[in-house]
């Protein structure tokens, strides 16, 4: 019975290795993969995605009434501004982490003119004169705008405001 018992516990104890092991690393593993499909192997840029259709969704139920726009972010060089242009109708920026946990989002509600943020990796020092500034608790991941855009017209509309968009280093803003 002994030998048993001490399989059984050996059995345990590699299921619960097992399960934080995944825990852990398919959340890291999913947003990989999404940081290089939304991001085409670009850093710090905004990437506006094409109008949303049954055939052109790149992420799991996009909303076809959004316009949106990606940022693959980096922080491992320093700080960076993202800037989201004002536009008229719902608009939100959302952050995500590494490990896909969703850590900051502003809208219109909040911010009716548009927001500008400097993103800085956490514990690391802010920039001078920031009006806003956010802690990532990873040096990568995602920032994703959405506009709501429901119709051709306003889609097109949406995506010339996105233009006006930043994503880009501290540094490559100062020169």
Known sequence: MRLEARHFWVAVAIAVVTHLS??????????EAAMEKL???RLNAWVV?????????????????????????????????????PWEQYW???????????????DDREAHHGAEIALVRKG???????????????????ALIRRLAPS???????????????CASVAQLAN
């Open 124 to 142: 690391t020092a802010h920039p001078e004169g920031a009006s806003m500034v956010v802690e990532s608790p990873s040096a990568r991941g995602i």
């Open 49 to 85: 995605a094409e109008r949303v259709t049954p055939e052109s969704r790149q992420i799991v139920r996009p909303s076809p009434d959004f316009a949106y726009s990606a940022c693959v972010y980096d922080l491992s060089r320093g700080p960076i501004t993202i800037r989201v242009a």
């Open 22 to 31: 995944l825990v852990h690393a398919v959340p890291r593993a999913l947003m």
């Open 152 to 166: 051709p017209s306003t889609y097109e509309a949406a995506a010339r405001v996105a233009s006006e968009d930043v």
């Open 92 to 106: 939100s920026l959302s952050l995500y982490a590494a490990n896909s946990d969703n850590f900051f989002v502003i």
């Open 39 to 41: 991001g085409g192997g």
